[in-house]
């Protein structure tokens, strides 16, 4: 099995490695092939890399390359992990919409809609050449924003599924609190990538018992203190939204909170430096504890588990019963997971051609959403005026043009007003035009 990660040389890389060398048996890869254009990144990353699967005795062989046709010839999958500009655009990206009394953040809002702009051409390019080169291999995309990115791969045609790490770690922290093992824990997950809710634990499966009332009960406090939301509007919702529902329910609160500090992007620039310092120490051959707060945490073990089920290795899963009933996510290998996919009438307040992020069963023909319970009006509203946002997003990443790009902001709820959009719009195009043709 011959795995590629376009974006080989990103500082999150030693954990995926380390999830690769951890679960071989899950996903017994032979050939693990990194790319990057930024060689000295990749030259250090590839080192600690192969120095990882030493220690643990993975026996495959880790290549790096700068070269994508090299890369990709012959993969099983292809992982996506991109940021075209790197930690300098992010930066951008989180500034400048505080001048309107915005959130500036990466994934969401303006930020988030300028990083699709640069991002989906990038994507899209790298996808064609994969089809090319090699046709019937995998795409994962764990490149933000997923749901607009993964929406961009689909309707080009790609054999592509969309990943993020929320649903992962809400599974981990579950379990913990409940002490079971993962594998256990069933979440019942809706939404869109980066505006999802927990409506459900369940333990066992889909059909497993609801234990989320006795996880709010019990630990309400932990978990509103987490999310950094009060602890009553849990109990009043009944849910667990993810983290990035702040941004809509406590808005300014975190507007004001961003003016005050440094950016997440300084922060993350800052540990990249001395991470790639770490990463040279050829004494070093296990992923540094400091890797864990730069984010992606159990990203490795969702890769693996995704690029297990899809191409179809089963040695390690065991048997279980149909997608109607029972099993469980948790285990790598697991026939369930959450991930972005095509809508295709699971939500029918969407359109079929929507991304969403839902529990589907994986398997070698892709992702298969499993059936979802009636969604509150309270959070399927916010989520048909996002899914709106996003097609206007994806037409502009697409065809360009200021009317396009203003239209998006205008339609995004955490923008919303024709002022902000008209100025939101030119400050847009202003700090990203190096990465917009059209511009």
Same mark, same amino acid.
């Given at each position: 099995?011959?795995?590629?990660?376009?974006?080989?040389?990103?500082?999150?890389?030693?954990?995926?490695?380390?999830?690769?060398?951890?679960?071989?048996?899950?996903?017994? %890869?032979?050939?693990?092939?990194?790319?990057?254009?930024?060689?000295?990144?990749?030259?250090?990353?590839?080192?600690?890399?192969?120095? &990882?699967?030493?220690?643990?005795?993975?026996?495959?062989? %880790?290549?790096?390359?700068?070269?994508?046709?090299?890369? %990709?010839?012959?993969?099983?999958?292809?992982?996506?992990?991109?940021?075209?500009?790197?930690?300098?655009?992010?930066?951008?990206?989180?500034?400048?919409?505080?001048?309107?009394?915005?959130?500036?953040?990466?994934?969401?809002?303006?930020?988030?809609?300028?990083?699709?702009?640069?991002?989906?051409?990038?994507?899209?390019?790298?996808?064609?050449?994969?089809?090319?080169?090699?046709?019937?291999?995998? &795409?994962?995309?764990?490149?933000?924003?997923?749901?607009?990115?993964?929406?961009?791969?689909?309707?080009?045609?790609?054999?592509?599924?969309?990943?993020?790490?929320?649903?992962?770690?809400?599974?981990?922290?579950?379990?913990?609190?409940?002490?079971?093992?993962?594998?256990?824990?069933?979440?019942?997950?809706?939404?869109?990538?980066?505006?999802?809710?927990?409506?459900?634990?369940?333990?066992?499966?889909?059909?497993?018992?609801?234990?989320?009332?006795?996880?709010?009960?019990?630990?309400?406090?932990?978990?509103?203190?987490?999310?950094?939301?009060?602890?009553?509007?849990?109990?009043?919702?009944?849910?667990?939204?993810?983290?990035?529902?702040?941004?809509?329910?406590?808005?300014?609160?975190?507007?004001?909170?961003?003016?005050?500090?440094?950016?997440?992007?300084?922060?993350?620039?800052?540990?990249?430096?001395?991470?790639?310092?770490?990463?040279?120490?050829?004494?070093?051959?296990?992923?540094?504890?400091?890797?864990?707060?730069?984010?992606?945490?159990?990203?490795?073990?969702?890769?693996?588990?995704?690029?297990?089920?899809?191409?179809?290795?089963?040695?390690?899963?065991?048997?279980?019963?149909?997608?109607?009933?029972?099993?469980?996510?948790?285990?790598?290998?697991?026939?369930?997971?959450?991930?972005?996919?095509?809508?295709?009438?699971?939500?029918?307040?969407?359109?079929?051609?929507?991304? %969403?992020?839902?529990?589907?069963?994986?398997?070698?023909?892709?992702?298969?959403?499993?059936?979802?319970?009636?969604?509150?009006?309270?959070?399927?509203?916010?989520?048909?005026?996002?899914?709106?946002?996003?097609?206007?997003?994806?037409?502009?990443?697409?065809?360009?043009?200021?009317?396009?790009?203003?239209?998006?902001?205008?339609?995004?709820?955490?923008?919303?007003?024709?002022?902000?959009?008209?100025?939101?719009?030119?400050?847009?195009?202003?700090?990203?035009?190096?990465?917009?043709?059209?511009?």
């Amino acid at each position: 099995m011959k795995l590629t990660v376009v974006g080989g040389g990103s500082t999150y890389t030693p954990e995926l490695i380390d999830g690769f060398a951890r679960l071989r048996d899950t996903l017994p %890869i032979e050939e693990l092939v990194l790319v990057d254009p930024a060689a000295d990144r990749l030259e250090l990353v590839g080192g600690l890399a192969r120095r &990882i699967f030493a220690r643990q005795d993975h026996p495959g062989r %880790i290549v790096t390359t700068s070269l994508l046709e090299e890369g %990709i010839e012959g993969a099983d999958a292809v992982l996506l992990q991109l940021r075209v500009g790197g930690q300098a655009a992010r930066e951008q990206d989180e500034t400048w919409p505080l001048d309107c009394g915005c959130v500036g953040q990466e994934t969401t809002g303006a930020g988030g809609l300028a990083k699709a702009l640069r991002t989906v051409p990038v994507v899209l390019d790298i996808a064609e050449r994969v089809r090319r080169t090699n046709p019937d291999a995998w &795409i994962i995309d764990f490149t933000n924003p997923v749901g607009i990115v993964t929406r961009a791969l689909l309707q080009a045609g790609h054999k592509a599924v969309g990943l993020c790490n929320v649903a992962i770690g809400f599974q981990r922290k579950f379990a913990r609190m409940l002490g079971v093992t993962p594998g256990e824990v069933h979440l019942d997950h809706v939404g869109l990538n980066h505006l999802t809710w927990e409506t459900g634990v369940r333990l066992g499966g889909p059909e497993g018992e609801d234990v989320l009332p006795e996880l709010l009960s019990r630990y309400g406090d932990t978990i509103a203190a987490d999310l950094h939301l009060p602890r009553p509007l849990l109990d009043r919702l009944g849910v667990v939204p993810s983290y990035y529902l702040r941004y809509y329910y406590a808005h300014d609160e975190v507007v004001r909170e961003l003016r005050t500090k440094p950016s997440r992007a300084a922060e993350v620039a800052a540990m990249e430096r001395r991470l790639l310092e770490m990463y040279a120490d050829p004494a070093l051959d296990e992923k540094p504890e400091l890797l864990a707060k730069r984010g992606g945490a159990y990203y490795s073990e969702a890769a693996v588990d995704l690029a297990a089920g899809l191409l179809g290795d089963t040695r390690s899963r065991p048997e279980g019963p149909s997608v109607e009933g029972g099993g469980g996510r948790g285990a790598a290998g697991s026939p369930y997971q959450v991930v972005n996919t095509y809508n295709r009438g699971t939500l029918p307040f969407l359109p079929d051609d929507a991304v %969403i992020e839902v529990q589907a069963a994986v398997g070698a023909k892709g992702a298969t959403p499993l059936s979802v319970p009636a969604v509150d009006p309270l959070y399927a509203g916010l989520m048909a005026q996002v899914t709106a946002y996003e097609e206007l997003a994806l037409e502009a990443a697409l065809r360009g043009g200021r009317d396009r790009v203003f239209r998006a902001l205008l339609a995004h709820p955490l923008v919303g007003q024709y002022e902000y959009a008209e100025t939101l719009t030119d400050q847009l195009i202003a700090h990203n035009r190096e990465h917009l043709a059209w511009a």
